[in-house]
Nanobody
Framework: VQLQACGGGLVQAGGSLRLSCAAS????????MGWFRQAPGKEREFVAK????????HYADSVKGRFTISRDNAKNLVYLQMNSLKPEDTAVYYC?????????????WGQGTLVTVSS
């Protein structure tokens, strides 16, 4: 599966952004989809993931209650709605795919989209 993320940009603290990730192929619904981010000078970290059907989700503590992951299997899209953004959310955000919920590593990665939150 090939992934392409978009929707990043510059936003003030407290603002919102919605990231999108488009997936190629006819097997999108067979993948667990996730979002990760990498801030300058830091390691990449997990943000959120969503099950094949979209029923189950899991979030990093740092974004819980502010970010929402969702997917549209008919359109091969996964979203990350980001509200109440903070300067520490500034990072390159990546979407990723894997076949198993319990997998520790994701297998497929898109290019990143930069989110900058100004204070």
């Amino acid at each position: 599966v090939q992934l392409q993320a978009c929707g990043g940009g510059l936003v003030q603290a407290g603002g919102s952004l919605r990231l999108s990730c488009a997936a190629s192929g006819r097997t999108f619904s067979s993948y667990i989809m996730g979002w990760f981010r990498q801030a300058p000078g830091k390691e990449r970290e997990f943000v959120a993931k969503i099950s094949n059907s979209g029923v189950d989700t899991h979030y990093a503590d740092s974004v819980k209650g502010r970010f929402t992951i969702s997917r549209d299997n008919a359109k091969n899209l996964v979203y990350l709605q980001m509200n109440s953004l903070k300067p520490e959310d500034t990072a390159v955000y990546y979407c990723a795919a894997v076949r198993r919920w319990s997998a520790k590593e994701f297998d497929y990665w898109g290019q990143g989209t930069l989110v900058t939150v100004s204070s």
